[in-house]
């Protein structure tokens, strides 16, 4: 083991770091941050230069003398910072019940005020401790200890994240065996951010940051308390947070809410730290539309763009022609002190470019994505795609990391959403690992593998070569393992005879969730893969509910666009309204969807991110001729015993793999071969193909001839 070290914004950088070496040599356990986060008071806000929390030495503050006391006013002043300090520790600690014995506070805090100098003994009367560099050992080893359980509970207090535990209290679970009873394990286990998550959220760079990870590697959150630190530290900076999904509206707005109470002990100033959708809606401000309007541009809505730029390129599109009216401009006016974006995969290059341009040097935006969610053929873009090249070819953006400084470039390996069986199954259709025709897409870098938390069982992470891979035990809370098994974790049904049969299942095995089961209706999440059907598709869905006297609704249509889950309803969500949210239990229903032979990447990212909603339970569903290929692929990883077994492509063969995706796309028939209008709708009429498995191309081609198809 070693002393993590976690660099946040310390006012003395240098005394900071020093005090890491420092303590690097006397601490071999635990964690030291480096300009701990603002807390707050009734009165003040108390700010620490360094904290040091272990298990060998328990919990010391710190705090750097700007000069050396000269009077014993100086001494006073720097006494009463650390009472403040240790006043302010204890008061915000104690609210944690796993941190008090009876009526006592449990853990004994230090307080030192580090000086340049060897000043002899105090002259006032004081509990404060002063103390030089050299002095700390001495010091640092006459601390207690803690026991385990205090230590954990009080690491957790530190980093805030006992304030994301879902509110439900689940008092109807009376079975301890129930998926009810499971759930309330695993609530109560997701208390502490790991040591990547730790770094992506305290460290913030003086420039851009990426921050890469797996569904459920707890991004959204890291990126929450990101913003809620910054807006507690630098309270005139304008902060503001983004996203695709309009549906993350709801999370965003609660966790940035109960972060900014645990740091501020208040609610966060809506004028200096503002949640936007990347785009915006009507009535609704989003970043694209606030950067319009500070250029004296007429925003345009979705209607206006899609006529102008087609309904798939309509926000490139925007941002694009809005990017270009700005680089015209010499004055543009700096809006944003950070800007922090969620599910960078879903927008385009030309939106950071326009982030970039419109936020204060240094530059700080952060970004996060996972690749594998994102829902169309293209690739992710790299750094230099995203925000442009110089004039003299050298990358706008360099996020490579520097020793002794914040992270510009972090991955979360642990994901804590997903069961690691569901988390293989998904990555298996997503790459096509089991396809009869071999993978649809991989990483450039194979090495990429490990770090999303896969172990390397067999061969090796090259170009070409042959791997066996499976989940790592460290990239998986223990809490699934301990309550869950893979045959109930992930269930396949693809021999549904049609939908129908398929529905009326899923209607039955709900009813049995929310009785037998002891999970409410707001644990249940049924994803429908294609958006441009969904409104149809959930009128059948919905009157099979019904008729078994389920309630439901869908998402963004019954109900506020913002909002996702409901008391007493089952949510139906399309995939661009499921992304970014989770529930304990999910139904991905019409599964086919990704057994179309084009946009099969797209297909099968829509597949996966469905999957990856799931923070319990996961049934995977279709039916028809489709649905048997898919179906093969997910009994192979199960009898696999969820391993991923292939030969990575060659440089040549990922080349390839590009080339002839592009040349699947939907728009592009006369590469596909696709056929015509008459033995598409003999294929039709045999259960060949389904309506869902169509091209959105010529869904809405189609529908242009009927009746217009409804909108995302």
Known sequence: MALEVVHGQPDNRAAALHLADVAASLVEDGTIYLGYPVLA?????????????????????????????????????????????????????????????????????????????????????????????????????????????????LEAALQRVTTIRPAKRRVDVKSDTSRGATMKVIERGIANLDFWQKKAAIETPDGPQRIRGLAGSGKTIVLALKAALLHAQNESWNIVVTFSSRALYQQFEDLVKRFSFAHMDDLPDPERLSIMHAWGSRGRDGVYTRLADALGVQPHNFRSAEQKFGREDAFEGACQELLEIARQREDIPPLFDAV??????????????????????????????????????????????????????????????????PRRDIVLPVCYRNTPWALATAHAIGFGVYRSGGLVQHFDDPQLWEDIGYRLDAGALTLGSWVELERSADSSPKYFLERMDSADAVVLRGDFKDEQAQDEWVAEQIIRDVTDGELEHDDILVVLPSAYTSKRRYVRLARTFEEKGLPSHLVGVNNSTDEVFIRGSIAVAHIFRAKGNEAPMVYVVDSQYAGAPFSEVSRRNTIFT???????????????????????????????????????????????????????????????????????????????????????????????????????
Request: glycine fraction near 4%.
């Open 340 to 405: 922090l974006i969620d599910e960078a995969q879903d927008l385009p290059p030309a939106f950071f470019q326009l982030v970039h341009l419109f936020t204060k040097d240094p530059k700080r935006v952060v970004w996060a994505y996972d690749e594998l969610q994102k829902l169309d053929e293209t690739e992710m873009a790299n750094v230099a795609e995203l925000f442009g090249r110089t004039p003299t070819g050298e990358p706008v953006v360099n996020i490579q990391n520097r020793d002794d400084e």
């Open 610 to 712: 469905a999957i990856t909603r799931s923070k319990g339970w996961v049934r995977v569903c279709g039916w028809g001729p489709a649905m048997a290929g898919i179906a093969g692929e997910v009994t192979q990883v199960q009898q696999a015993d969820f391993k991923l077994r292939f030969t990575i492509p060659s440089a040549a063969e990922l080349a390839e793999m590009r080339r002839v995706n592009a040349d699947l796309q939907p728009d592009n028939a006369a590469a596909r071969g696709l056929m015509t209008l008459e033995e598409l709708a003999g294929a039709l009429e045999r259960n060949e193909i389904t309506a869902e498995q169509l091209p959105p191309k010529l869904v809405r081609q189609l529908n242009q001839l009927s009746i217009p198809d409804d909108d995302l």
């Open 41 to 153: 008071t009734a009165d003040d806000r108390v700010e620490i230069d360094a904290l040091l929390v272990s298990q060998s030495h328990g919990l010391i503050a710190f705090r750097f003398a700007d000069v050396l006391p000269a009077t014993v006013d100086d001494w006073l002043v720097l006494s009463s910072e650390q009472d403040s300090i240790y006043n302010t520790l204890e008061s915000n600690l104690s609210r944690h019940e796993s941190l008090r014995q009876g009526r006592q506070f449990a853990v004994d805090i230090g307080t030192i005020t580090l000086l340049s100098a060897d000043l002899g003994p105090s002259p006032i009367s004081t509990a404060a401790t002063f103390a030089t560099f050299e002095q700390l050992p001495d010091l640092v080893a006459s601390r207690p200890p803690l026991d385990a359980d205090l230590y954990r509970s």
